[in-house]
């Protein structure tokens, strides 16, 4: 496996057994970066999502780039470090816009909104992912999503829309 596919290890990286029955990747929690392009107008147009690899949890589903926290990193930080390392994003190319916290009993997963200033392409730059793209804001819902993001993607879309 070339270097750039190594899978990116963090101190958080395991499974909690919530209180909500379910098991959750994150030791203390997890985020992922909803990264946004707008147009001329300052409309929303696309997304950042990624096609996780098939060995992953809900493997082969599209969800935004993102993983597991450390123990001494905030949502933000997590999710730019998680969106760098599977899909190329320069934390530099984005302005942080606000977060959506999902709160569980034992664990919590935070999207993190953003939005780019500068053109990019993102890329799949890990073995996580099968394929990273922008995606446009109408087409989400098209491709088989992970649940949780499929459950959260209308409000999700709702905070892109109202920018």
Same mark, same amino acid.
């Given at each position: 496996?070339?270097?750039? #596919?190594?899978?990116?290890?963090?101190?958080?990286?395991?499974?909690?057994?919530?209180?909500?029955?379910?098991?959750?990747?994150?030791?203390?929690?997890?985020?992922?970066?909803?990264?946004?392009?707008?147009?001329?107008?300052?409309?929303?147009?696309?997304?950042?999502?990624?096609?996780?690899?098939?060995?992953?949890?809900?493997?082969?589903?599209? #969800?935004?780039?993102?993983?597991?926290?450390?123990?001494?990193?905030?949502?933000?930080?997590?999710?730019?470090?998680?969106?760098?390392?599977?899909?190329?994003?320069?934390?530099?190319?984005?302005?942080?816009?606000?977060?959506?916290?999902?709160?569980?009993?034992?664990?919590?997963?935070?999207?993190?909104?953003?939005?780019?200033?500068?053109?990019?392409?993102?890329?799949?730059?890990?073995?996580?992912?099968?394929?990273?793209?922008?995606?446009?804001?109408?087409?989400?819902?098209?491709?088989?999503?992970?649940?949780?993001?499929?459950?959260?993607?209308?409000?999700?879309?709702?905070?892109?829309?109202?920018?």
């Amino acid at each position: 496996m070339p270097p750039e #596919a190594r899978r990116h290890r963090v101190p958080g990286d395991g499974w909690v057994t919530c209180g909500c029955g379910r098991r959750h990747w994150g030791l203390h929690g997890a985020a992922g970066l909803l990264l946004v392009r707008r147009d001329a107008t300052a409309r929303a147009t696309d997304v950042v999502l990624q096609h996780r690899a098939l060995w992953s949890d809900a493997g082969g589903t599209w #969800a935004l780039p993102g993983g597991a926290r450390a123990e001494d990193e905030s949502p933000e930080q997590a999710a730019l470090r998680e969106a760098q390392e599977e899909a190329g994003v320069d934390p530099g190319a984005v302005r942080l816009l606000g977060t959506h916290v999902l709160e569980h009993p034992d664990w919590s997963y935070t999207t993190v909104l953003a939005e780019t200033i500068v053109p990019f392409t993102p890329t799949a730059t890990d073995a996580e992912s099968i394929e990273v793209a922008w995606v446009p804001l109408d087409q989400v819902e098209d491709r088989p999503l992970l649940p949780a993001f499929a459950d959260a993607w209308p409000t999700l879309r709702a905070r892109v829309d109202a920018g």
